[in-house]
């Protein structure tokens, strides 16, 4: 009896050791081939938990190993011994920014995460005095702070912006890159001259408009899928010394849109247009006060009352010199004269260029300093047309979304037409179509309106009244789960798509965090 116990136990011993062997090559058996490539710079195989995290705070998939590149023919070499090997492995290649991807985009369960911002080169700034464009030659995981720092020091700037610079170039050229410049000057994509791309083939690649144009268009909006962003040629600007920054409020949601549009139509108007919806806020002028901003009228500006209200808060930016500061303040006056906010709620304040720009990240500091920042952010983005946009207002504001304790819901009016339709990005088809962004922060654990569930429910609730009014709402920063419902979101686009896929990607191993295309399908090339 006793010999049957212990041969059982040894029985069940060794089948123990198998079971974790068996494990661990399941989760290892990409990494000796790793070990072979010849790099200037070197793969990190412990230390890589950083990586299957992200701003959104929502996914956390572990990739086997993070590469951390000097070079692009590190980049290049990765990507062609990962090509080399074929549909039978599994590995994938993510490339990864700042880290700032919401649903796990960024991400490869089981491959290999590109550390962007080990690729470091110095930022070339070219200075042209003929008539022709100034340029910022940069690296795809260089800061977007960085380079505006950087081109300042030539009186110079890019056109476009995101609200939050602490973002690489790489990442937000594969999405968009938008903010209140883009009526104007379009996202960041149309204010590209030139990219250096490694593909899916682990082929480098220069491409511009006029060289390799359709995968340059392709990389675009791309959602990383058809390239690795190494290099990007950004277009510049002379850049202003100041910022004359301007809030006003609405009560009336058709005088709020009605004012945006018309500031968005005309030829000398605000260098930056934006606004946001407040639900159910107290307090909200003071608050601003804290900000810097000084009202027109302090005592009407005293008596205002925000409480229990849905209000529209129209957000505003002229560029200017000291030199011009008088003929600055008559123009910001004439264009004032022509809305109609609330005129006690007219708030005013003078900044430099770069606290303008760079605003998103005091607040990120106050954040950090109480342990807020890396929580989760279910964010969701939209792009609505303007001839749905009082429907999608009617249905969402102060119904399915009762107060703005959580977060900032962003909107504002862009012009299509400063959109290059042979990108990749989808955008709703009318001339003018406006960003609604609710952008939320939900406390760890809480079971509240501040919890993540509550905030989850009330996105899906938001997807499905676009879906059920049909509003031809497009995601911006999309996340699905199934081939079909990308399908739907590129529409009429999707067959480029693909084809683009199978031209620089047949073998699906850029990006999978994507969750567009399966590792193993094979797409013909």
Not at 69 to 78: C, R, T, Y
Not at 242 to 253: E, G, M, P, T
Not at 375 to 395: D, E, Q, Y
């Amino acid at each position: 009896m006793n010999n049957f116990i212990i041969e059982s136990l040894m029985i069940l011993f060794v089948m123990s050791c198998v079971t974790v062997r068996v494990n661990l090559l399941c989760s290892s058996n990409n990494m000796p081939s790793l070990y072979t490539l010849q790099l200037d710079g070197h793969f990190n195989f412990d230390h890589v938990e950083h990586a299957a995290r992200d701003f959104g705070n929502r996914y956390h998939f572990l990739p086997v190993a993070v590469l951390h590149p000097e070079s692009v023919s590190d980049i290049a070499a990765l990507i062609k011994h990962v090509w080399d090997i074929g549909p039978r492995s599994e590995l994938t290649v993510a490339a990864r920014g700042h880290g700032h991807s919401l649903q796990g985009q960024s991400q490869a369960h089981r491959g290999v995460v590109v550390n962007m911002e080990s690729l470091k080169r110095p930022i070339d700034i070219h200075v042209n005095f003929t008539g022709n464009f100034s340029y910022a030659d940069v690296s795809g995981g260089e800061l977007w702070i960085n380079i505006l720092h950087e081109s300042l020091n030539y009186g110079l700037a890019p056109k476009s912006w995101t609200d939050y610079l602490h973002l690489t170039v790489g990442g937000t050229l594969s999405n968009a890159g938008i903010s209140g410049q883009a009526f104007r000057h379009g996202p960041q994509i149309s204010n590209v001259h030139q990219l250096q791309v490694v593909t899916g083939k682990g082929e480098i690649v220069t491409c511009s408009e006029k060289q390799n144009h359709d995968l340059f268009h392709g990389v675009l909006g791309g959602l990383g899928q058809f390239g690795i962003i190494t290099r990007a040629r950004i277009l510049l600007e002379a850049a202003p010394a100041r910022v004359k920054w301007i809030r006003v409020l609405y009560s009336d949601f058709t005088a709020f849109t009605r004012d945006q549009e018309h500031l968005i139509s005309i030829q000398n108007t605000f260098n930056y247009v934006e606004g946001f919806v407040i639900i159910n806020r107290t307090g909200l002028l003071n608050n601003w006060r804290s900000y810097s901003f000084s009202p027109k009228d302090p005592v009407q500006a005293s008596q205002f009352k925000s409480d229990g209200r849905t209000l529209y808060c129209l957000e505003l930016a002229k560029y200017f010199n000291l030199d011009k500061t008088d003929i600055i303040n008559q123009e910001v006056d004439k264009l004032l004269s022509q809305l109609s906010y609330i005129p006690s709620t007219l708030f005013v304040s003078q900044v430099t260029y770069t606290d303008f720009l760079d605003r998103v990240h005091v607040s990120e500091m106050k954040l950090r300093s109480k342990h807020l920042w890396d929580i989760p952010h279910p964010w969701i983005n939209l792009l609505i047309p303007k001839s749905k946009i009082h429907t999608f207002a009617r249905g969402v504001f102060g119904n399915i979304v009762t107060a703005t304790s959580n977060g900032p819901i962003l909107i504002y009016p862009v012009n299509r037409s400063k959109w290059d339709n042979r990108t990749s990005v989808v955008t709703p088809e009318e001339h003018i179509f406006y960003l609604v962004a609710f952008l939320t922060s939900a406390v760890p654990s809480s079971t509240g309106t501040d919890g993540l569930e509550h905030m989850l429910i009330q996105n899906k609730r938001i997807l499905d009244f676009c879906e059920t009014a049909n509003l031809g709402v497009k995601q911006y920063l999309p996340h699905y789960t199934k081939q079909e419902e990308w399908q739907s979101h590129f529409g009429s686009h999707w067959e480029k798509f693909v084809q683009r896929k199978s031209t620089y990607d047949p073998l699906a191993i850029l990006a999978p965090g994507q969750r567009i295309f399966q590792k193993g399908n094979i797409y013909p090339y």
